[in-house]
C-alpha cells in the first residue's frame, strides 16, 4: 500500500457498536469488567484506549515501523526514549537540537547520571572518534533547526549498527512523508505530532516508533509506569491531522520552492538556508534520503542587525510572529531572541546564527500571497 492509502486507512476500522467512520474518542478512565479479570482487553486508560490504538496502529504504518508508542507531548515521548537508558550510558547527540531537546539531556538526565556529547554529525564519520564502551545511544535530527543542515542517516546507522548502539532520529522536520528514518536502518523515531503530523496548529502531542519486539515492550512498559499518556480527544485530532499529511506536505513542499527562490533573488536577502537547492552543501544526501525539502528555511539580511530583522518581523500579515512549525498557517520566527535566546550571542554567532536570522515555517496558503506578504515586509 502506498503512503497516500496508508495516511487514510492504517489503523483505523468502522467503529463496531454502530459502524462510525471515524474512530470515536473512547472518553472514559475504565471499562467495565464481566466477572474479575473477564474483559474486552482495556481495563484501566493509562494502560489503553482504544482512540490511542488506532493512532499509535497508523504511526506504525506510516513510518515503516510495527510499533507506535504514544506520549503527551514531543518531550514526553522523548523522555520516554531516555528512560531506556541506566546511569553510566553516554549518548551522542548533534550538536544543533531542539531547544528542549538539549534542555532535557542537560538539565535533567545529566542529573540521573546520564552523560551527553555533542558533536557535528555533517560528517557522520565523526562518530567514531566519540564512540566508547558506554555508548548506548546516539540522537540525530535532520532536517536540524534553524540552519536546515542535512545529516546522513544510513550512513550514522550503518556505524551504529556496527558498534551495537541505538540510533534514534527526531524526525519531526521532515515528516513520514519526506522521510522514513527506520528505512534507513535507524531503530527508534520521534516525533513531535504537535507539528507537520497534526498539522493545524490545534494539539500538543509526540510519537515513538520502532520495528523492533523487545524495544516496544520496553517503551510501552516506560510508557505506562511513567504515565506521560496523551487525552483520546488529541490522539483523535493526531488521527485527524495524519489523513491530510499527504496533501499538505505537497504543498508545503510546492510552497517553500517559491518563497526560497524569491528570497534568494532578492537584493536585500543575503543567504537562504534550504536543502532545496542544489549548492545546499548536503543537497545530495537530501536527494538521497528525502522525498521532498519541505517547507522550513531560514534566511539572513545584508544589513545584519537586530533591528532589521525585527522590522520584518512586525512587519508580515499572513506569517504569524510565533514559535513551532508544521501547521497549515505561515508562521515566522527569530532564533535569536526565541528559541536560541538562552544561547550566548558569541556561542549563537560562532553556531551561524546571525541577528538577522530568520526561520519560515511555510503553510499551504496560496504561495503569491505568501511570496506579497514577505516582499512588502523586506522591502
Ligand atoms: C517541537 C519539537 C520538539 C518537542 O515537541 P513538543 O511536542 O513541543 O514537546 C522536539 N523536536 C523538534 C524537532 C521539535 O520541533
Same mark, same amino acid.
Given at each position: 500500500?502506498?503512503?497516500?492509502?496508508?495516511?487514510?486507512?492504517?489503523?483505523?476500522?468502522?467503529?463496531?457498536?454502530?459502524?462510525?467512520? +471515524?474512530?470515536?474518542?473512547?472518553?472514559?478512565?475504565?471499562?467495565?469488567?464481566?466477572?474479575?479479570?473477564?474483559?474486552?482487553?482495556?481495563?484501566?486508560?493509562?494502560?489503553?484506549?482504544?482512540?490511542?490504538?488506532?493512532?499509535?496502529?497508523?504511526?506504525?504504518?506510516?513510518?515503516?515501523?510495527?510499533?507506535?508508542?504514544?506520549?503527551?507531548?514531543?518531550?514526553?515521548?522523548?523522555?520516554?526514549? @531516555?528512560?531506556?537508558?541506566?546511569?553510566?550510558?553516554?549518548?551522542?547527540?548533534?550538536?544543533?537540537?531542539?531547544? &528542549?531537546?538539549?534542555?532535557? /539531556?542537560?538539565?535533567? /538526565?545529566?542529573?540521573?547520571?546520564?552523560?551527553?556529547?555533542?558533536?557535528?554529525?555533517?560528517?557522520?564519520?565523526?562518530?567514531?572518534?566519540?564512540?566508547?564502551?558506554?555508548?548506548?545511544?546516539?540522537?540525530?535530527?535532520?532536517?536540524?533547526?534553524? @540552519?536546515?543542515?542535512?545529516?546522513?542517516?544510513?550512513?550514522?546507522?550503518?556505524?551504529?549498527?556496527?558498534?551495537?548502539?541505538?540510533?534514534?532520529?527526531?524526525?519531526?522536520?521532515?515528516?513520514?512523508? @519526506?522521510?522514513?528514518?527506520?528505512?534507513? &536502518?535507524?531503530?527508534?523515531?520521534?516525533?513531535?505530532?504537535?507539528?507537520?503530523?497534526?498539522?493545524?496548529?490545534?494539539?500538543?502531542?509526540?510519537?515513538?516508533?520502532?520495528?523492533?519486539?523487545?524495544?516496544?515492550?520496553?517503551?510501552? /512498559? %516506560?510508557?505506562?509506569?511513567?504515565?506521560?499518556?496523551?487525552?483520546?480527544?488529541?490522539?483523535?485530532?493526531?488521527?485527524?491531522?495524519?489523513?491530510?499529511?499527504?496533501?499538505?506536505?505537497?504543498?508545503?513542499?510546492?510552497?517553500?520552492?517559491?518563497?526560497?527562490?524569491?528570497?534568494?533573488?532578492?537584493?536585500?536577502?543575503?543567504?537562504?538556508?534550504?536543502?532545496?537547492?542544489?549548492?545546499?552543501?548536503?543537497?545530495?544526501?537530501?536527494?538521497?534520503? +528525502?522525498?521532498?525539502?519541505? &517547507? +522550513? +528555511?531560514?534566511?539572513?539580511?545584508?544589513?545584519?542587525?537586530?533591528?532589521?530583522?525585527?522590522?520584518?518581523?512586525? &512587519?508580515?500579515? @499572513?506569517?504569524?510572529?510565533?514559535?513551532?512549525?508544521?501547521?497549515?498557517?505561515?508562521? %515566522?520566527?527569530?532564533?535569536?531572541?526565541?528559541?536560541?535566546?538562552?544561547?550566548?550571542?558569541?556561542?549563537?554567532?560562532?553556531?551561524?546564527?546571525?541577528?538577522?536570522? %530568520?526561520?519560515?515555517?511555510?503553510?499551504?496558503?496560496?504561495?503569491?500571497?505568501?511570496?506579497?506578504?514577505?516582499?512588502?515586509?523586506?522591502?
Amino acid at each position: 500500500m502506498k503512503l497516500g492509502t496508508k495516511l487514510i486507512h492504517a489503523g483505523v476500522a468502522p467503529d463496531p457498536s454502530t459502524g462510525a467512520i +471515524m474512530t470515536p474518542i473512547f472518553q472514559t478512565s475504565t471499562y467495565v469488567q464481566s466477572a474479575p479479570g473477564e474483559h474486552k482487553g482495556y481495563e484501566y486508560a493509562r494502560t489503553q484506549n482504544p482512540t490511542r490504538d488506532a493512532l499509535q496502529n497508523a504511526l506504525a504504518a506510516i513510518e515503516g515501523g510495527t510499533h507506535g508508542i504514544c506520549f503527551g507531548s514531543g518531550l514526553a515521548a522523548t523522555d520516554g526514549i @531516555l528512560k531506556l537508558l541506566q546511569p553510566g550510558d553516554e549518548v551522542i547527540a548533534t550538536n544543533d537540537l531542539y531547544g &528542549g531537546t538539549y534542555r532535557i /539531556f542537560t538539565k535533567v /538526565f545529566e542529573r540521573y547520571g546520564i552523560k551527553f556529547r555533542f558533536i557535528g554529525l555533517q560528517d557522520a564519520s565523526n562518530l567514531e572518534a566519540h564512540i566508547t564502551a558506554q555508548t548506548k545511544l546516539i540522537w540525530l535530527e535532520t532536517p536540524t533547526n534553524p @540552519l536546515l543542515n542535512i545529516i546522513d542517516i544510513a550512513a550514522c546507522a550503518e556505524i551504529a549498527r556496527q558498534k551495537g548502539i541505538l540510533l534514534c532520529v527526531d524526525n519531526t522536520f521532515a515528516s513520514p512523508y @519526506l522521510q522514513n528514518p527506520l528505512e534507513l &536502518g535507524a531503530d527508534i523515531v520521534v516525533h513531535s505530532a504537535t507539528k507537520y503530523l497534526g498539522g493545524h496548529s490545534d494539539v500538543v502531542h509526540g510519537a515513538v516508533i520502532v520495528k523492533d519486539e523487545e524495544l516496544a515492550k520496553q517503551l510501552y /512498559f %516506560i510508557q505506562n509506569s511513567c504515565g506521560a499518556v496523551p487525552g483520546p480527544q488529541d490522539c483523535f485530532l493526531v488521527l485527524r491531522g495524519i489523513k491530510t499529511l499527504h496533501v499538505r506536505m505537497q504543498r508545503h513542499c510546492e510552497n517553500g520552492e517559491a518563497i526560497a527562490q524569491f528570497l534568494r533573488n532578492h537584493p536585500r536577502v543575503a543567504r537562504v538556508y534550504w536543502p532545496g537547492f542544489t549548492d545546499h552543501p548536503n543537497h545530495n544526501i537530501a536527494r538521497k534520503q +528525502m522525498r521532498g525539502f519541505g &517547507g +522550513m +528555511m531560514s534566511f539572513t539580511l545584508k544589513d545584519d542587525n537586530l533591528a532589521a530583522a525585527n522590522r520584518i518581523l512586525s &512587519g508580515t500579515h @499572513l506569517f504569524s510572529l510565533a514559535e513551532s512549525l508544521g501547521g497549515v498557517e505561515s508562521l %515566522i520566527g527569530h532564533p535569536a531572541s526565541m528559541t536560541h535566546a538562552s544561547i550566548p550571542r558569541e556561542e549563537r554567532i560562532k553556531n551561524g546564527l546571525a541577528d538577522s536570522l %530568520i526561520r519560515l515555517s511555510v503553510g499551504i496558503e496560496d504561495a503569491s500571497d505568501l511570496i506579497e506578504d514577505l516582499n512588502n515586509a523586506i522591502g
